[in-house]
């Protein structure tokens, strides 16, 4: 059965229970930094370690603005703010995330930086040339229309501009369920990084390079459950606090589809290239 994006993703006091399950605990009116937030933020396969590696690869300047396409809770922008001193946008379909992110970063004392801005992707509010540089990290799974979201983002970038995209795509044989991402296949829009490079390049941007980071994730994986960490009621994973009890059961079953072969995880870099300011 399909269910809406929204739906999927979206659930009551998420702040409340990530302020909960911190580390430190927490002043009601005291601002807090945005590393105490990070191992609850980052909604995505490899977490931190993963947005610091893309991260490293946009390496944006301080006086840049960035757009982040499905900004979620806001960490990866709150990570990129804080780090490179940037200015971010972030833009997401699911409310309770775009109201998560809103109160957090005010939490963190980054919200001169950071706003988010409630809305599909597909059709973005705001005005062409606008961004520096843009990224998208593990959203694209839940995208039926990719191209659109796509040609937006060439749209709203200045000519020169960079994109990075992240995505889980899709290899041979069919994954388990239910994914971080979707609970059933009728709600997940895998697709092959061939299709997924093709509308990149169709969208305007020149490919500057692509990587197939699936061993990574597997390789992580099989570190962790090496060291013995296996979550118990009192040591939720991070993740499981945000996206809810059977989030455990749905990484598992993302790093079973990975080591099968079912899966990959693709990190695309492209740009718009300088003469492109018409389009
Ligand atoms: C796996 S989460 C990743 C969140 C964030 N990028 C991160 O890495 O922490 C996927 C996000 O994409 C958002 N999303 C899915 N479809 C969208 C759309 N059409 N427009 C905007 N956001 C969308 C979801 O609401 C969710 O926040």
């Given at each position: 059965m399909s269910v809406r994006v929204q739906d999927h993703y979206g659930s009551a006091d998420i702040?409340?229970?990530?302020?909960?399950?911190?580390?430190?605990?927490?002043?009601?009116?005291?601002?807090?930094?945005?590393?105490m937030l990070f191992p609850f933020d980052q909604l995505h396969g490899r977490e931190l370690v993963?947005?610091?590696?893309?991260?490293?690869?946009?390496?944006?300047?301080a006086d840049t603005h960035l757009l982040d396409v499905g900004s979620g809770i806001g960490g990866p922008a709150r990570y990129f703010a804080n780090v490179f001193g940037c200015?971010?946008?972030?833009?997401?379909?699911?409310?309770?995330?775009?109201a998560a992110a809103t109160d957090l970063t005010r939490r963190t004392e980054l919200a001169e930086k950071v706003d988010f801005v409630e809305g599909n992707a597909v059709k973005m509010p705001f005005k062409s040339a606008t961004f520096d540089h843009a990224y998208?990290?593990?959203v694209g799974m839940n995208l039926p229309d990719k191209p659109s979201v796509i040609r937006e983002c060439f749209r709203v970038l200045k000519p020169g501009g960079n994109l990075l995209w992240t995505e889980v795509t899709s290899n041979s044989g069919d994954p388990y369920y239910p994914l971080p991402w979707a609970r059933d296949a009728a709600g997940s829009h895998v697709g092959t990084s061939e299709k997924l490079l093709d509308h990149i390049r169709e969208a305007g941007f020149e490919l500057l390079s692509v990587d197939d980071e699936t061993d990574a994730h597997v390789e992580l994986a099989r570190r962790i459950k090496a060291a013995g960490f296996v979550p118990t009621e009192d040591q939720r994973q991070a993740n499981e606090v945000v996206l809810g009890n059977d989030f455990v059961e749905?990484?598992?079953?993302?790093?079973?589809?990975?080591?099968?072969?079912?899966?990959?995880?693709?990190?695309?870099?492209?740009?718009?290239?300088?003469?492109?300011?018409g389009r």
């Open positions: 702040v409340e229970r990530i302020l909960a399950a911190a580390a430190q605990p927490v002043v009601e009116g005291a601002p807090i930094s945005a590393e993963a947005t610091k590696d893309h991260a490293a690869k946009l390496n944006p300047a200015r971010v946008t972030g833009i997401d379909v699911t409310p309770e995330f775009v998208c990290f593990y749905r990484r598992m079953n993302y790093i079973r589809s990975l080591s099968g072969g079912a899966l990959a995880s693709t990190v695309i870099f492209g740009q718009k290239g300088k003469g492109e300011a």
